[in-house]
């Protein structure tokens, strides 16, 4: 049977934060959902343009001045940016069913401080102005500053850069599963990647397969953590074959890293410390570690066994970003947890050089970003503004003053470094019209959706299986939709001869992705109720000590 909906028992059990998500509430049964006769917007925006887009218009053949040019992942689904006023909004057309529980399940997670894409809206009862039926669109908005992993490796990167998005993968998987998540469809398609000093920080971005527990089996884990091995080698063979890869990498090896990675992670946060009465040292050994990885502990549960020889520590709720709040909390930046620990390190650099370690860090950190922050990203030329985020460039110009100053053998004033860095780094975080171009027609090749032909399936209504097929082979040569050419599109027409859209066509649809693919049965191990939730650390942490001595090395002439 279809798992689709949290069934009392389990919902009672819930964080409570995530049953009230949302007024939108799926059923298991997709007989007794009806679709609204007329337009119909649940909505967390209040922006007035959401209503003045063209929902009686197929996703695909929207006007192109509405779309905004960015990199689309691979989907299965018509998937479109859209510009509606100051903002940036994915669209998705996806049946009703499908659009409303991922809607569901976004809001859930969105509750949960978990890093997800944040969902603005799903949008039902969409009919042409002739009254034919359009699916429904499920809108979140656009992640600024991220990228899909395809479009990472258009671009000049590390060797590396494939582990260090595992890394960031088995974070986000980890966090996930923590707060009850079964995903169902791991893989890096289903991710975007955000910078994050050295390493990148994942968000899910799909989650029509996925499900929220109260807690979950290992049975459940392990069969996310080995589709999630499958896929991700299959994604970076599918890269090595378009030379994308670099040529060391091992697909196969770094399948496995993600194993290794997980279960390195999930054991640092759940495993149960054991230590003699004389050694309570080792307790804050144990929160000094999980903060050096990023975790912030709010609560730990400590017991004495029988005989009283022995304590059992663990900790019990582990929440997300340690170094970030910290940061947030002196200077107000929000920013992803690597980038906070570089920014700290260099704001402890600075109050070092300026000899102001008996005044309060709170008045210190306000001169630095008055005198050294600020001053530094004002630098950021406006057409890279929104290529990059602030703290990822004073990062970067950080790590480049720090080379030219080893290479020249004495400091490099600030302002230099920025120029310098301008000139020859800066540019790699341009994707060229070519790159994109190949980006998104090959995120359109794997649709299935019928919306992208709409229009030519209507316009060939009644004249036959032959005619439709002719009409086919002229648009996989020939015809341009919405702005894009569909002889790269890769789209399977599967409207019903004579243009109907009734039954058939939905069940097409619903084979295709619509319909949530049925849970596998689970070994119901360890099944008991854990309260760890909202955890989160960086991908990669190696060059931590690295960065301590570049900043020293920075400040110690200013």
């Given at each position: ?12 059990s819930?964080?409570?934060?995530a ?8 059923t ?13 917007i ?9 209503f ?18 960015l ?16 903002d ?11 659009a ?36 429904a669109?499920?809108?979140t908005q ?22 260090r998005?595992?890394d ?9 599963h923590l707060a ?9 398609s ?20 996925g ?7 290992d ?16 994604e970076l063979m ?9 040529g ?9 890293r993600l ?13 149960v ?10 307790i ?6 999980l903060?050096?990885?990023?975790f ?5 549960e ?11 520590v ?11 709040r910290k940061?947030?909390?002196l ?26 370690q008996?005044e309060?860090?709170?008045i ?6 008055r ?6 990203v ?8 929104s ?37 020859e780094?800066l ?32 316009a ?24 894009h050419?569909a ?11 004579g243009g ?15 319909e949530v ?13 854990s309260?760890l ?13 690295d ?12």
């Amino acid at each position: 049977m279809t798992s689709v909906n949290i069934n009392r028992a389990t919902a009672s059990s819930l964080d409570p934060r995530a049953l009230k998500a949302t007024s939108i509430k799926t059923t298991a049964d997709p007989s007794s959902e009806q679709e609204p006769a007329a337009l119909h917007i649940t909505a967390t925006s209040s922006n007035p343009r959401m209503f003045t887009l063209p929902w009686e218009r197929p996703l695909a053949t929207w006007p192109r001045d509405l779309l905004a040019n960015l990199p689309r992942g691979i989907s299965r689904h018509v998937v479109r940016f859209v510009h509606v006023g100051d903002d940036v909004y994915a669209m998705k057309e996806i049946t009703q069913r499908v659009a409303e529980r991922e809607y569901e399940l976004l809001r859930k997670l969105q509750k949960l401080e978990l890093p997800t894409v944040n969902p603005v809206a799903v949008v039902t009862g969409r009919h042409t102005r002739e009254g034919e039926p359009l699916e429904a669109m499920l809108v979140t908005q656009h992640l600024k500053f991220s990228l899909p992993y395809r479009a990472l490796f258009a671009r000049n990167l590390r060797p590396d850069t494939a582990e260090r998005l595992i890394d960031a993968l088995a974070v986000l998987l980890v966090r996930l599963h923590l707060a009850g998540f079964y995903w169902g469809d791991v893989s890096l398609s289903n991710v975007l990647f955000l910078r994050d000093a050295d390493a990148f920080s994942a968000f899910l971005v799909d989650a029509e397969t996925g499900d929220l527990h109260a807690s979950l089996t290992d049975g459940q884990r392990e069969y996310d953590i080995d589709l999630a091995r499958t896929n991700i080698i299959g994604e970076l063979m599918d890269l090595d074959s378009g030379n994308l890869l670099a040529g060391e990498v091992d697909e196969v090896g770094v399948g496995n890293r993600l194993v290794d990675r997980y279960h390195s992670l999930w054991s640092a946060l759940t495993d149960v410390d054991s230590f003699d009465p004389d050694e309570m040292w080792k307790i804050e050994r144990r929160v000094n570690r999980l903060n050096d990885l990023g975790f912030d502990v709010d609560e730990l549960e400590m017991k004495t066994e029988e005989d009283g020889n022995r304590v059992l520590v663990r900790p019990r709720v582990v929440d997300a970003g340690y170094a970030s709040r910290k940061l947030l909390r002196l200077t107000g930046l929000d920013v992803q947890e690597n980038q906070a620990r570089r920014l700290l390190n260099d704001l402890d650099a600075y109050r070092a050089s300026t000899w102001r370690q008996g005044e309060d860090l709170e008045i210190v950190a306000t001169d630095w970003m008055r005198e050294v922050f600020e001053p530094t990203v004002r630098m950021i030329p406006p057409e890279y503004r929104s290529q990059i985020e602030p703290a990822q460039f004073f990062h970067e110009v950080l790590t480049h003053r720090w080379l030219m100053a080893e290479k020249a053998g004495h400091d490099v004033p600030m302002a230099e470094a920025v120029q310098s860095y301008i000139s020859e780094s800066l540019p790699e975080y341009r994707l060229d019209s070519e790159d994109m171009k190949t980006i998104n027609e090959e995120a359109d090749a794997g649709v299935v959706d019928d919306e992208m032909s709409w229009q030519d399936a209507h316009a060939q209504a009644g004249q036959g299986k032959q005619a439709a097929g002719d009409r086919t082979d002229k648009d996989a040569n020939s015809h341009d939709v919405g702005g894009h050419d569909a002889a790269h599109s890769g789209v399977t027409d599967q409207t019903n001869v004579g243009g109907e859209a009734g039954a058939g066509t939905q069940k097409d649809r619903d084979r295709a992705g619509g319909e949530v693919p049925s849970q596998p049965a689970f070994e119901d191990a360890n099944g008991g109720r854990s309260s760890l939730r909202s955890v989160y650390a960086p991908g990669s942490l190696d060059a931590a000590a690295d960065e301590d001595d570049q900043d020293d090395a920075v400040w110690a002439s200013s």
